[in-house]
């Protein structure tokens, strides 16, 4: 089974940047798209950024949107930067896979933890 390592996340101050990273524990599944998604306590888990393995597009979320980037290398790791970081940024940060054939992120990793200081 293949299994999504998230690594990256920690405190950090309002207006610092961060990278996550996600590495897979096989490089022989199949994905249409790779992604990361966040939860902040008490509020429901919403993507934040996407990208789709045939051809790279790349969606973002309005609230990250211009201060974001997702980024893949061919050994299903995928990346996430977020500039000048805010308190409303604080959550868990999962990464998750759909693989060819399912209709929805099927694969999800255990979470990084982000805390923006204010």
């Known amino acids: 089974q293949v299994q999504l390592v998230e690594s990256g996340g920690g405190l950090v101050q309002t207006g610092d940047s961060l990278r996550l990273s996600c590495a897979a524990s096989t490089r022989t599944f199949s994905v249409t798209a790779m992604a990361w998604f966040r939860q902040a306590p008490g509020k429901e888990r919403e993507l934040v950024a996407s990208?789709?393995?045939?051809?790279?597009?790349t969606y973002y979320a309005d609230s990250v949107k211009g201060r974001s980037s997702i980024s893949r290398d061919l050994a299903y790791r995928i990346y996430l930067r977020i500039n000048t970081l805010k308190p409303d940024d604080t959550a868990v940060y999962y990464c998750?896979?759909?693989?060819?054939?399912?209709?929805?992120?099927?694969?999800w990793g255990q979470g990084t933890q982000v805390t923006v200081s204010s």
């Open positions: 990208i789709r393995w045939s051809n790279g597009d």
């Open positions: 998750a896979a759909q693989r060819i054939g399912a209709t929805r992120y099927d694969v």
